[in-house]
């Protein structure tokens, strides 16, 4: 009998723990049920999108001084990111951020898109979701080095950088291209944004700067004494010549909704006339 009476109350201890709550999986997601991998949901739930980007890259992001709040961030990547947010019905929140900061965040998960001129690379393939290019250059300029104009006969071929001081910007498709792509040179400095080097240049702190062409002939307009090299250029393999979103890796569902919304964009030719519109106003900034 007094073992009967032992067996039951085990049995009741296990169904009062049974109908006790688990705790663990509550508290590691806040309390919340959401499932991971699926932030396009989380974002039309909370009805906002953050939108990180390094705004020092006309005339895909940059700052109109005249201006103060969110409304200063303008560009082609911006016009992007306010299409995207009205097609989800969601508010547009704009994060600036330095560039290696826009890298780590979207491949960290911190942020929802990386919409910051990005280009196409393995690293970044295997860290993050990409979309398909949203712009690749009508001329095709590519990427090259700006000089001073009294080297405009100095730099030929990758081989007649061995004594230059380089620069470029700090997780760049162009410090990518330097070292895989310049056997040597003097030094290789690093800053978190391309217009820093352009300058450094333009002050004879460096003596090149990778660049992408396209935004570099801007600056050199704006600018007189740089130029870009007219006998250099990098190699492309065809991969690294279109511009994407970043979306944090395994969000599937966001990148196929961004997917669509920039073939919308594109064959509407809104991308084309963002990307005109805002190097004619960058210029007139002297941007």
């Known amino acids: 009998m007094q073992t009967n009476k032992k067996y039951l109350v085990f049995i009741a201890l296990l169904l009062i723990a049974a109908m006790l709550p688990t705790g663990c999986g509550n508290a590691t997601n806040g309390g919340n049920s959401q499932k991971s991998g699926n932030r396009l949901e989380a974002i039309l739930d909370r009805g906002y999108i953050e939108v990180i980007m390094e705004p020092y890259f006309a005339p895909f992001e940059f700052i109109d001084p005249s201006k103060t709040g969110v409304e200063k961030y303008i560009g082609c990547d911006v016009e992007i990111a306010k299409a995207i947010a009205e097609d989800l019905g969601v508010e547009l929140r704009i994060i600036p951020l330095e560039f290696s900061a826009v890298l780590a965040g979207i491949t960290e998960g911190k942020y929802d898109l990386a919409i910051s001129a990005l280009g196409y690379t393995p690293a970044r393939a295997e860290n993050m979701e990409m979309s398909i290019g949203y712009y690749i250059s009508e001329e095709g300029d590519g990427y090259g080095m700006l000089i ?65 062409i396209e935004t570099a002939n801007l600056y050199a307009e704006a600018n007189p004494g740089v130029i870009v090299a007219q006998d250099f250029r990098f190699k ?26 920039i073939t919308t964009l594109m064959e509407q030719g809104k991308i084309v006339e963002w990307y005109n519109e805002y190097a004619s106003y960058a210029a007139t900034l002297g941007i």
């Open 148 to 212: 001073r104009e009294e080297d405009a006969g100095k730099y030929s071929d990758a081989a007649s950088f061995a004594n230059a001081v380089l620069v470029a910007q700090s997780g760049s498709l162009q410090e990518m291209f330097i070292n895989t792509q310049i056997p040597e040179y003097k030094e290789l400095k690093l800053v978190s944004a391309s217009t820093d080097g352009y300058l450094m240049v333009s002050e004879g702190k460096a003596d090149a700067a990778a660049v992408a």
């Open 236 to 261: 492309e393999d065809g991969t690294t010549n279109s511009t994407r979103i970043g979306i944090p890796k395994g969000e599937v569902e966001l990148k196929e909704r961004i997917d669509a919304i």
